[in-house]
């Protein structure tokens, strides 16, 4: 058993919220210890008070040990923050696909402007205004697209 082969297995453990992301994908596996037949995952959650935190916890403790991992140890951590720069390639096209603008690069993020003019998921036009800095989640915000008139969420950077 290899971290290579746990990172793969735990790409089938889902975020509860938006079910065609991974965990592994979304970035808030941050770190596996192999360790003969124990395993280590560390994890850091997009924000402290995420409420589907012992969820997540149980669905990879599940799955692991349903893989035969004798021993399994999940940690929640904050060692390093998450930031919506974690999220891999394959996850942004499965938010994208999914209904949601995927997240610009924080690393260009100076100011809440970046956030006014989303890139609409379902039309790729950026002719959008932000409706709420605020949505379902923390981590989210409302839009709406003024060319296919639709609303859409974008994950904002972080």
């Known amino acids: 058993m290899t971290t290579d082969q746990i990172f793969l297995w735990l790409d089938d453990v889902k975020d509860p919220e938006i079910?065609?992301?991974s965990l592994v994908d979304l970035g808030v596996i941050t770190e596996v210890t192999v360790q003969g037949n124990n395993v280590k995952v560390e994890m850091t959650p997009t924000f402290v008070g995420c409420p589907a935190l012992e969820y997540m916890k149980n669905e990879v403790e599940a799955l692991l040990k349903n893989k035969?991992?004798?021993t399994v140890e999940v940690e929640v951590n904050f060692k390093?923050?998450?930031s919506s720069d974690l999220i891999t390639e394959k996850g942004k096209a499965a938010l994208k696909k999914y209904g949601l603008a995927p997240p610009p690069s924080a690393q260009v993020f100076y100011d809440?402007?970046?956030l006014d003019h989303a890139?609409?998921?379902?039309c790729n036009n950026t002719n959008t205004e932000l409706k709420s800095p605020f949505g379902p989640t923390l981590c989210r915000a409302l839009h709406y697209c003024n060319d296919?008139?639709?609303a859409f969420e974008q994950f904002k950077p972080i």
Request: aromatic letters at 6%; hydrophobic letters at 40%; glycine letters at 6%.
């Open 19 to 21: 079910p065609v992301l």
């Open 68 to 70: 035969g991992v004798e």
């Open 80 to 82: 390093k923050a998450w």
């Open 112 to 114: 809440l402007e970046i």
């Open 119 to 122: 890139i609409c998921p379902r």
């Open 148 to 150: 296919c008139q639709e």
